[in-house]
Structures are given as structure tokens and as C-alpha cells.
């Protein structure tokens, strides 16, 4: 009997509400009628959409409950540092007796998947893993044919200041889809194609959506920019681009079941200015009484408390009272307690140390590792002192307490640790948008385990989940902090990802809401195989 086969397409960053006004309007007529034809689910990836992990959530078929992974952000109470992590777990397909391609799919470390093909780390949003190829000569004959990616410089862009740089960077990142449908097709029906399952990834929607959201979005504070209708003509390219990937694929599957699905949805950002800058300054300024971060004058006169950084210009670069900017550099944990052990040592110790510590570099656990560049990451030389802080992160507020018997420099006796939270949320609770008066808090979540010593490096004592847009911080006792330049416009705010189904006999139509975790089950059950043992989820079937 002939395997059964499955296409799966992975729509990084697609808003379905934004995608189903483009199928309305015949912007995108593969995917409606793909849609047409497809048990259709929206997807609801609850609190671990915080986690901004979604992509390792699929890879690993595992929640952040079952993988013991809360953030992407590690953080080491005895260090005192914190680091960004990359894939760490196995693709869950490993183990199954199916031929396994991948394109671009983050998270997947071909070298924990000895019998899992195909390219990754190409031009991915979020990789998780360096550039790689299964088989090795594979990488070399892929770059020849297709070359580097072509739009690196735009995948985290965030052009929106500028209405040149904002069509710039639709026209190279519709460009790059064009250029993936190409080879996505070369891998599935030329180089690789004796597949089961073939799972192609397209990120350049997210990183899309990140920087232009204020050009489709009528309540973004900053639809009003010059940039906002070149914003929107470049979304809107940029989503015909990914219609052509999916008619591509979909033509080229031939009798294979099709998965085409984001895990959660996005919409306008409400952490880059409140996670990275206010939050660590609130929390500085609560722990020593003054301030560090001094904004120009020219951000406190912006109109309407929305300073905009023109050009190519950082928030590093426009204050100067934070402490230096520490380097983006690679590390491992025992690497870094090497260093600090080093530095309190004499110089001919160092130096036998330091060979030592490379040593240690590279005989790690395989886990990519890097310093995430974040204002978040420069009050880290105060954290000792402090009796709560702010790790950095990608998405929501992360406050992690200096828990005496924790962290090495532990403030906060276990005895007050319940008191110390809600301390911590009034402070929060008493904050102001200054911009539309509102509180700038939504709520703030607690982790799962009561136990506060046994958090992980990866887990937060508390989340806070933003309200709306923020600039600034107003403070009745701690004054106003800010206003800061908005950078991306866009985040992973939208309430629900979605999955269509194709497969024969499959009844097309509407199935209402399912957990985004139940991806996992229900491609292994198209492939007729057994979900993994440990997969977070049930079949959509």
C-alpha cells in the first residue's frame, strides 16, 4: 500500500482577519480557495503564546508545561545574566518510520534529526538554529541554485518612519517569498521529493506584520504617518506573495493531505516600548528613587507623546544614561560562570582559564545561544542590588524578584515573597498612559508552580500583559517615565492562529475553535501514524 502523504505549510505571522479581508477582496484567491475546500479551525494558543516559542511548540509537539520552557529568554540567578536559546528539543517526527523534508521550519535542529532532510536557517523569522542542510552536500547546491536570502536586512525591519524604506522593504520581502515558492517547489518535486511529510515554513508575513501593521490598522496611533498607505500597498504585496507560495504547493502536492496553519494571531504592539524600556526603568526608579533612563527633550515634545526615531536610528544611540550597550556575543552557562570565576583572579590564571572556558564553548549542549541586544539587558549590572527586575523580552512584561536562596544576591526574605507580588501589581496597577489617561496594565499573571524556588532561568514571578499602546509611564510618586519612539508596530496580539484541512473524504466547512497545540496530533494522524507520547494536544480529526 502507498504511504499516505501530508503538505504542511506554515503561514508564520498570518492574520487571519487581515487574510480574510485580501480572500474577500480576490487578493488571495489560492488561499480562499484552499479555504474553500478545507475543515477550517481557528486556533487558540492560550498563555503560551507569551511564551513567543510558537515555532518550537510545533517542532517539539510540546506546551511549555511539558517542555519545562516558559520563554526564550534564559535567565541564571547565580550570574545575574540572561541569554536568548535556540531549539534544544528533538522534532517529534523523529522517531516515526515516515520520510521527513523540511524548508525554513524554525526550531528544527537537524543535527538532534539524523534522518530528517532539507534546509533550515535560511530566512526564517526566528530561526531557533544557524543555516543547515541534511543532506551536507546539500547546503552548497541549494545557495548555488538560489543563493543567500535575499531580504536578511528586512526581516526584522522596521521601517515605518520612512515611506521609501517602508515600500523597500514590501518590495524585498514579496521578492524573497517569490524567490522560497521557487525553491520550496525545487526540494518538494526535484531534490528530495520521495517525502511523507514535507512542512515548508514562510516568515516574511511576520516580520511584515511586525513592521507595517499601522498601514492596515484604522485604530494604530501611528495610521496617521506619511509611511501608513505605503505600509498597507506592502502588506498587501507581501500577502500575494504568500497566496503564490500556497497555490505553488498546493499544485505541486498532488494527492497529499494539506495543513496549512499559523499558531496564533498578530495585531498592533504592546510590549517593545513597555517590556524593553518603561518597565526596567519603573522598577529601577522603585529600587533607588531616581531615575536612569533621561529622555531628549525632543521625545518629550513630540506631539501627542509620540517621539519617532527618523532614519535608522536606535533608542541606544538617543540616550545617553543608559549604561553602555553590552556586546551580542554567544554564551553557555558554564562558560559565563568560567568568566565571572576569571575575573576576580590573577592575570596568568586568567589566561590558563580562558582556554579553558573555550574548551567549554565548544563541547556545549549544541544549543544556539546569544545575547538578546535590549535596554532591558543594560540595568543588569542593578540587579543585584534590586528587589525585583525586569528580564529581558520579546513580548509581555517579565518581573523576576531577587528572591533570597534563588538568586545568589537574594533581597526578598521567602516570608514576603506573596507580599512582594502584590506590592509589585499595585505598582503597576498605579500607572497611567499618560497619552489616553488609561491604566497601562491589563493583568498579570502568576506562573503555574506555587513553589517561587523552583522557578526556572526561563520563568517570570509575574507577567504583564499590556494594555493597548503605550509611550510612557505616568507614576504618581515615580514621575513619568518616557515618552520612547515606538518600534515595531505590529505583535503577536491577535486572539487566534488558524488551520485548513484538505484531505479526501474530509467534510470542507467551519469546525469552530481548537487548541493550536492540536496541530501536532492531527499531522501525524494524516500520516496514519501515532502522535508522540508526550505531544500537548488531539487531533483535529
Given at each position: 500500500?502507498?504511504?499516505?502523504?501530508?503538505?504542511?505549510?506554515?503561514?508564520?505571522g498570518?492574520?487571519?482577519?487581515?487574510?480574510?479581508?485580501?480572500?474577500?477582496?480576490n487578493?488571495?484567491?489560492?488561499?480562499?480557495q484552499?479555504?474553500?475546500?478545507s475543515?477550517?479551525?481557528?486556533?487558540?494558543?492560550?498563555?503560551?503564546?507569551?511564551?513567543g516559542?510558537?515555532?518550537e511548540?510545533?517542532?517539539?509537539?510540546?506546551?511549555p508545561?511539558?517542555?519545562?520552557?516558559w520563554?526564550?529568554?534564559?535567565?541564571d540567578?547565580?550570574?545575574?545574566?540572561?541569554?536568548?536559546?535556540?531549539a534544544?528539543?528533538?522534532?517529534?517526527?523523529?522517531?516515526?518510520?515516515?520520510?521527513v523534508?523540511v524548508?525554513?521550519?524554525p526550531y528544527?535542529?537537524?543535527?538532534?534529526?539524523?534522518?530528517?532532510?532539507?534546509?533550515?536557517?535560511w530566512?526564517?523569522h526566528?530561526?531557533g538554529?544557524?543555516?543547515?542542510?541534511?543532506?551536507?552536500?546539500l547546503?552548497?547546491?541549494?545557495e548555488?541554485?538560489?543563493g543567500a536570502?535575499p531580504?536578511?536586512?528586512?526581516?526584522?525591519g522596521?521601517?515605518?518612519?520612512?515611506?521609501?524604506?517602508?515600500?523597500?522593504?514590501?518590495e524585498a520581502?514579496?521578492?524573497?517569498?517569490?524567490?522560497?515558492?521557487?525553491?520550496?517547489?525545487?526540494?518538494?518535486t526535484?531534490?528530495?521529493?520521495?517525502?511523507?511529510?514535507?512542512?515548508?515554513?514562510?516568515?516574511?508575513v511576520?516580520?511584515?506584520?511586525?513592521?507595517?501593521w499601522h498601514?492596515?490598522?484604522?485604530?494604530?496611533?501611528?495610521?496617521?504617518?506619511?509611511?501608513a498607505?505605503?505600509?498597507?500597498?506592502?502588506?498587501v504585496?507581501?500577502?500575494?506573495?504568500?497566496?503564490?507560495?500556497?497555490g505553488?504547493l498546493v499544485?505541486?502536492?498532488?494527492?497529499a493531505?494539506?495543513?496549512?496553519f499559523?499558531?496564533?494571531?498578530m495585531?498592533?504592539n504592546?510590549?517593545?516600548?513597555?517590556?524593553?524600556?518603561?518597565?526596567?526603568?519603573?522598577?529601577?526608579?522603585?529600587a533607588f528613587?531616581?531615575?536612569?533612563?533621561?529622555?531628549?527633550?525632543?521625545?518629550?515634545?513630540?506631539?501627542?507623546?509620540?517621539p519617532?526615531?527618523?532614519?535608522?536610528?536606535?533608542?541606544?544611540?538617543?540616550?545617553?544614561?543608559?549604561?553602555?550597550?553590552?556586546?551580542?556575543?554567544?554564551?553557555?552557562?558554564?562558560?559565563?560562570?568560567?568568566?565571572?570565576?576569571a575575573?576576580?583572579?590573577?592575570?596568568?590564571?586568567?589566561?590558563?582559564?580562558?582556554?579553558?572556558?573555550?574548551a567549554?564553548?565548544?563541547?556545549?549542549?549544541?544549543v544556539?545561544?546569544?545575547?538578546?541586544?535590549?535596554?532591558?539587558?543594560?540595568?543588569?549590572?542593578?540587579?543585584?542590588?534590586m528587589?525585583?527586575?525586569?528580564?529581558?523580552?520579546?513580548?509581555?512584561?517579565?518581573?523576576?524578584?531577587?528572591?533570597?536562596g534563588?538568586?545568589?544576591?537574594?533581597?526578598v526574605?521567602?516570608a514576603?515573597?506573596?507580599?512582594?507580588?502584590r506590592?509589585?501589581?499595585?505598582?503597576?496597577?498605579?500607572?497611567?498612559?499618560?497619552?489616553t489617561?488609561?491604566?497601562?496594565?491589563?493583568?498579570?499573571?502568576?506562573p503555574?508552580?506555587?513553589?517561587?524556588?523552583?522557578?526556572?532561568?526561563?520563568?517570570?514571578?509575574?507577567?504583564?500583559?499590556?494594555?493597548?499602546?503605550?509611550?510612557?509611564f505616568?507614576?504618581?510618586?515615580?514621575?513619568?517615565?518616557g515618552?520612547?519612539?515606538?518600534?515595531?508596530t505590529?505583535?503577536?496580539?491577535?486572539?487566534?492562529?488558524?488551520?485548513?484541512?484538505?484531505?479526501?473524504?474530509?467534510?470542507?466547512?467551519?469546525?469552530?475553535?481548537?487548541?493550536?497545540?492540536d496541530?501536532?496530533p492531527t499531522?501525524?494522524?494524516?500520516?496514519?501514524?501515532?502522535?508522540?507520547?508526550r505531544?500537548?494536544?488531539?487531533?483535529?480529526?
Amino acid at each position: 500500500m502507498a504511504r499516505r502523504r501530508a503538505l504542511v505549510i506554515g503561514l508564520d505571522g498570518l492574520e487571519i482577519t487581515l487574510a480574510e479581508r485580501l480572500m474577500a477582496a480576490n487578493e488571495m484567491p489560492a488561499l480562499a480557495q484552499l479555504r474553500r475546500r478545507s475543515a477550517c479551525f481557528r486556533l487558540d494558543h492560550g498563555p503560551a503564546q507569551r511564551t513567543g516559542l510558537a515555532w518550537e511548540h510545533v517542532a517539539s509537539g510540546l506546551s511549555p508545561e511539558a517542555g519545562g520552557r516558559w520563554a526564550a529568554v534564559e535567565f541564571d540567578p547565580n550570574l545575574y545574566d540572561a541569554w536568548q536559546e535556540g531549539a534544544r528539543f528533538i522534532p517529534w517526527w523523529e522517531d516515526l518510520d515516515r520520510r521527513v523534508v523540511v524548508f525554513d521550519a524554525p526550531y528544527v535542529d537537524l543535527r538532534r534529526a539524523p534522518k530528517t532532510r532539507g534546509v533550515v536557517g535560511w530566512g526564517a523569522h526566528d530561526p531557533g538554529v544557524s543555516t543547515d542542510a541534511s543532506p551536507s552536500e546539500l547546503l552548497p547546491e541549494f545557495e548555488r541554485r538560489f543563493g543567500a536570502y535575499p531580504a536578511a536586512k528586512w526581516t526584522y525591519g522596521m521601517p515605518f518612519p520612512s515611506a521609501t524604506r517602508t515600500q523597500e522593504m514590501g518590495e524585498a520581502l514579496g521578492h524573497a517569498l517569490d524567490v522560497r515558492t521557487q525553491a520550496a517547489r525545487w526540494l518538494a518535486t526535484e531534490r528530495l521529493r520521495d517525502w511523507d511529510l514535507f512542512i515548508a515554513v514562510a516568515g516574511e508575513v511576520h516580520g511584515a506584520i511586525e513592521g507595517l501593521w499601522h498601514g492596515v490598522d484604522e485604530s494604530h496611533p501611528l495610521h496617521s504617518h506619511a509611511s501608513a498607505p505605503a505600509a498597507n500597498e506592502a502588506l498587501v504585496e507581501i500577502h500575494r506573495a504568500l497566496d503564490r507560495m500556497v497555490g505553488e504547493l498546493v499544485s505541486a502536492a498532488g494527492d497529499a493531505a494539506i495543513v496549512a496553519f499559523t499558531m496564533g494571531g498578530m495585531g498592533p504592539n504592546s510590549s517593545d516600548v513597555q517590556s524593553m524600556v518603561l518597565l526596567p526603568e519603573l522598577l529601577y526608579r522603585q529600587a533607588f528613587g531616581k531615575p536612569l533612563l533621561e529622555v531628549p527633550p525632543e521625545w518629550t515634545a513630540a506631539p501627542d507623546g509620540l517621539p519617532v526615531l527618523e532614519g535608522e536610528k536606535r533608542w541606544s544611540l538617543a540616550s545617553r544614561a543608559w549604561v553602555p550597550e553590552p556586546p551580542q556575543e554567544t554564551t553557555s552557562p558554564l562558560s559565563a560562570q568560567l568568566r565571572s570565576i576569571a575575573s576576580h583572579l590573577p592575570g596568568p590564571v586568567k589566561t590558563a582559564l580562558k582556554g579553558v572556558r573555550s574548551a567549554f564553548d565548544a563541547a556545549d549542549d549544541g544549543v544556539r545561544r546569544t545575547r538578546p541586544g535590549q535596554p532591558a539587558l543594560r540595568y543588569r549590572h542593578h540587579w543585584p542590588r534590586m528587589p525585583a527586575f525586569a528580564l529581558p523580552s520579546f513580548y509581555d512584561g517579565r518581573i523576576r524578584i531577587n528572591l533570597r536562596g534563588r538568586e545568589r544576591n537574594g533581597m526578598v526574605d521567602p516570608a514576603r515573597y506573596e507580599e512582594t507580588c502584590r506590592e509589585l501589581e499595585k505598582l503597576l496597577g498605579e500607572c497611567r498612559n499618560p497619552r489616553t489617561g488609561e491604566p497601562v496594565v491589563s493583568f498579570v499573571e502568576r506562573p503555574s508552580t506555587r513553589d517561587p524556588s523552583a522557578l526556572t532561568g526561563s520563568e517570570a514571578d509575574l507577567v504583564v500583559i499590556w494594555r493597548g499602546i503605550a509611550a510612557a509611564f505616568e507614576h504618581p510618586r515615580l514621575g513619568l517615565i518616557g515618552p520612547v519612539p515606538l518600534r515595531r508596530t505590529g505583535g503577536h496580539t491577535g486572539p487566534h492562529g488558524m488551520a485548513y484541512l484538505s484531505e479526501a473524504g474530509l467534510q470542507p466547512g467551519d469546525r469552530g475553535v481548537r487548541s493550536s497545540f492540536d496541530v501536532v496530533p492531527t499531522v501525524a494522524r494524516l500520516l496514519e501514524a501515532e502522535p508522540p507520547a508526550r505531544s500537548s494536544g488531539k487531533s483535529l480529526l
